[in-house]
Nanobody
Framework: QVQLVESGGGLVQAGASLRLSCAAS????????MAWFRQAPGKERDFVAA????????LYADSVKGRFTISRDNGKNTVYLQMNSLKNEDTAVYYC??????????????????WGQGTQVTVSS
């Protein structure tokens, strides 16, 4: 089992930055690929970014490429999402997810085994 707790969400203006954190406990953190997803009201849960167990490979949704950066610190059992140049359309609940496979970078929610409760990000114009 892996327990995930997100933090760092909030209300910001368009163009601002936020850094989300996801603290993991339980199963060895470095044995998991990690990802961020987001879900806006009335919409499906969408892939944002993923990172492999060592942090050497990353994958991004086209909508956030060049603005968001995913990273991890295995010593702190934490994965981060640095979000720059935020737009109104980035408003959503952001979820952290863990995959028991440490190598695969999946884009579909069904590929992930553990989920956090989410943190709200609201971008105002």
């Amino acid at each position: 089992q892996v327990q995930l707790v997100e933090s760092g969400g909030g209300l910001v203006q368009a163009g601002a930055s936020l850094r989300l954190s996801c603290a993991a406990s339980g199963r060895t953190f470095s044995g998991n690929s990690m990802a961020w997803f987001r879900q806006a009201p009335g919409k499906e849960r969408d892939f944002v970014a993923a990172i492999n167990w060592s942090g050497t490979r990353t994958l991004y949704a086209d909508s956030v490429k060049g603005r968001f950066t995913i990273s991890r610190d295995n010593g702190k059992n934490t994965v981060y999402l640095q979000m720059n140049s935020l737009k109104n359309e980035d408003t959503a609940v952001y979820y952290c997810a863990a995959d028991r496979d440490p190598y695969t970078l999946g884009r579909a929610p069904r590929e992930y085994d553990y989920w956090g409760q989410g943190t709200q990000v609201t971008v105002s114009s």
